[in-house]
Every structure is written in C-alpha cells, then in structure tokens.
C-alpha cells in the first residue's frame, strides 16, 4: 500500500496516491467519453462539448458522494449506532463537514451527483439527454475503474477478515494488510491498527473490475442498441448487481449497515436501482425507435 507517493521536494507537499488515481480516472474517462462522441456523436460538434461535460460530471460526483457519506454517518449518530464518532463530529462541528479532502465520499452519492449535474450540463449543450447518458456512462465508468484503484492504494474500501480455509487465495482475490509497525509510521494509510498483518478480501480491486465489466457491457450494448438509454439502463442495472454482491465481503464499518447489520447503504440502494432498471429494460424490450429525451 502507498497512501503517499512521493513528497515534492522543497515544500514537502505529500502527492497521494488516491488523488492521483482519482486523476488518471477522469483523464482516461474524459478520453473515452470523447472517442465515443467522436464516433457515436448524433451532431458534428458533439465531442467538442464532452470537455464542460466531464468537469460538471466530477463536480457532481465529489458533491453527492459527500453528501451521501455525511447523511449515513449523522443518521448512524443519531439512531445511536456505534463508530457513529465522524457523524457526531459532523454535528458538532459542522464546517467539518467542508473537509472534504480528509476523506469521506460514498460512491453511490457520487454516481447519482454525477448523473444528475450530467444531465444539466447534456441539456445546457444541447446534447440529446438519452444519447448523451449512454456515452457518458460508458466513460465515466472507464474512469472510475481506474480511480478503485486509488482505494486499494491507501487503504479504504476493504473487505472484511477472510476465514483460515481461504487464506492461500492469491491476490488480486486477497491482500494482506501491511504489520502494525508499517501502519503506525504511515498514518495516511486508512487500515485499522487492529487489522495489522490480516489476510481481507480485496473488494477494492473487485469493484475496479465491476466498473471495467460495466463499462464493457454497455459498449456492447452500444454497437447493437435498438434505442438511446438502453445503454444506461444496463449500466444502472449492472453496477448494482454487482455493487450488492461485492457488498457481501465489505468489511469496512464506515459504508454503514442498517437492519441490524443486514444490509449495507450501497446494498439498500442497489436493490430499488437493480430492479427499477431491469424493470424497464423489460418493459422497452421491443422498442426500437430511437428515445427522445
């Protein structure tokens, strides 16, 4: 793990690992979002707009994502949950709540921001909203693929304590969480210290492997879709499939468990999208005519 890259030298400044991955996701997405508009683009032009709308896109997805996490974590202080400190300190501090660069963001929240301030900006530009959804997606997805991988880098996102039996699985299925000296001489790393030397689940690189299969399933979708949307409605129908299943083996008590631990907030989200979207993939299975937003 390397929560800190390197430091720039003569003022110190810690380069990290999260933000750089975060960075290369929206580069490589950025790109891939404008191949696409590029050779799917419905108006000569399209791709020309793909910039403004990948900038709105990243706003939304830091906004929602940090709204989302502060919602779960003042809801768990509220209802008297434990490791409820972060949302106690929300409430007791709430321009804490600005911090952003302390960490704390859901993907969720993220993934919905994203689309909502998507949809404003592919409006604004004159992009047809389903068209531009069905390319966007396919890139946004791309980037976050890459961006998983800055989770893994400094820590967060983990999965929970792999049993005895399991312990031999090499990674990317398993990692082993660094000794407790490393931990304690990298503070940046987000690893409990009791968590020191632990063989865990590598959901982080799971859940770079679901955007890349997202992303994929859409494209595939593209080249044969019998109308615009059909692509997005597979991406929301995909990532929360599998975003409730990788759930099963988080192990991260900062994602939030409802119902007396039986579901996580990504799962109880992922239930209402996965049946919403595959719902409506059903109902337009004989559509063909192009959707008009």
Not at 31 to 41: I, K, N, S, Y
Not at 106 to 115: H, I, L, Q, R, S
Not at 259 to 265: N, Q
Request: proline share 5%; aromatic share 14%.
């Amino acid at each position: 793990m390397h929560p800190i890259l390197f430091e720039i030298p003569g003022i110190g400044f810690p380069v990290r690992s999260f933000g750089v991955a975060i960075l290369l996701g929206v580069i490589v997405g950025h790109w891939v979002m404008h191949r696409l508009f590029r050779r799917f683009g419905e108006k000569p032009g399209d791709a020309d707009k793909t910039w403004d709308l990948a900038m709105w896109v990243l706003v939304g997805a830091i906004l929602g994502a940090r709204v989302l996490y502060v919602i779960v974590e003042v809801s768990k202080y509220w209802s008297g949950a434990p490791n409820a400190d972060t949302g106690q300190l929300y409430v007791e501090s709430p321009l804490k709540i600005f911090a952003i660069w302390e960490g704390g963001l859901v993907m969720y929240g993220g993934f919905f921001g994203a689309v909502l301030l998507g949809i404003r900006a592919a409006r604004k530009a004159g992009l047809r909203l389903a068209h531009a959804l069905d390319l966007g997606l396919i890139g946004g997805f791309v980037g976050q693929g890459i961006g998983r991988w800055g989770c893994y880098l400094v820590g967060d996102d983990y999965g929970s304590v792999v049993p005895a039996k399991y312990e031999h699985l090499p990674f990317p299925i398993t990692l082993r969480v660094p000794p407790l000296e490393w931990l304690q001489t990298h503070p940046a790393s987000l690893f409990e210290h009791e968590l020191a030397g632990k063989v865990l689940w590598a959901t982080q690189i799971w859940e770079s492997a679901n955007a890349f299969v997202v992303a994929l399933v859409a494209y595939l979708v593209l080249r044969k879709r019998r109308y615009a949307g059909q692509c997005a409605l597979w991406v929301f129908a995909t990532y929360a499939l599998l975003r409730f299943l990788v759930e099963i083996a988080r192990g991260d008590a900062v994602r939030g468990v409802w119902f007396g631990g039986t579901l996580s907030t990504s799962q109880l989200i992922s239930l209402p999208v996965a049946l919403l979207a595959f719902g409506l993939l059903w109902r337009y299975r004989n559509r063909t005519e192009p959707a008009r937003a």
